[in-house]
Each structure stands twice: as structure tokens, then as C-alpha cells.
């Protein structure tokens, strides 16, 4: 595998390390709403605001054709942000920053590898190992240690 720049690890280090930040956020904005969904519309308003801002700025708005290219299941990823905005706003003030980070670790890393095996979602193949499988069973034990607390 060639070098990988460092700002290619930094940045997804970084933006990991902001979700538990997120979560309590969002936590905070539905428990002051009173409503979990309403908390996550306001940050996907926020959000979509901020990024309208940025494609305004940079003049690179898709146009309306190549909208059009896009299969159906391209359009599902702002629904599985709305899921996961939703379930943060719920689920982290209610388990805590760590157990629900842990969760959201185990989780993501468990499809990881299905989606690395088969190479789905656009991402490059690389088939399943002993090591990645031994990996995530550790990150599993992980959860399982957190939650014993």
C-alpha cells in the first residue's frame, strides 16, 4: 500500500474525534427542544446552510442533468445522516460519550469489512482476514468491556 499523505489521516482522526462533541450537541439541542427529530432538523439546516454557503462560494453547483444520473440509492446517504443525527441526539445523552462512541465504532467497523469485502459503495475490494475479523472481535470486546464499566 503506497503512502498515505498526512493530512488523509488527520482529517478523518479529526472529524471522529468531533462526533462525540456532535452527539452531546444534539443531545443538548432535544433535550432544550423537547423533540429528537426537531434537534435534528436544526442541525441538518444548519449544516445544509453552511454547505450552500461553500458551493456558492466555489461556483460548483451540479447541474440539474447529472442530478438526474444518480441511481436511487445514491439519494439514501442524507437519510442514513438524518438516522444516524437522530440516534445520537437520543441514544448518547443516555449511554454516555464513550459507550455510544464505542457503539458507533463496532458498527461502522462491522459494515466496514463487509463493504471492503465486496467492494460495494464504490469502495476498493480487499477481502476479509483473520486479522481484520480478530480486529473487530477485539473492538466488540471493547464494547462489551465499556458497558461492564
Known sequence: MPAVAWWLLTLPFIAGAMLPLQAGINGQVARHLGNVMGAALLSFTV???ALFVIVAVQRDIPALQTLKG???WHWCGGLL???FIATAAFAAPRTGALLFMALL???QL?????LDHFGWAGFRQSSISFGKVSGL???FAGVWLIQRG
Open 70 to 72: 444518480l441511481h436511487w
Open 110 to 114: 462491522f459494515v466496514a469489512l463487509l
Open 137 to 139: 472481535l477485539l473492538i
Open 81 to 83: 445522516g438524518a438516522f
Open 47 to 49: 449544516g445544509t446552510l
Open 105 to 107: 465504532l463496532a458498527g
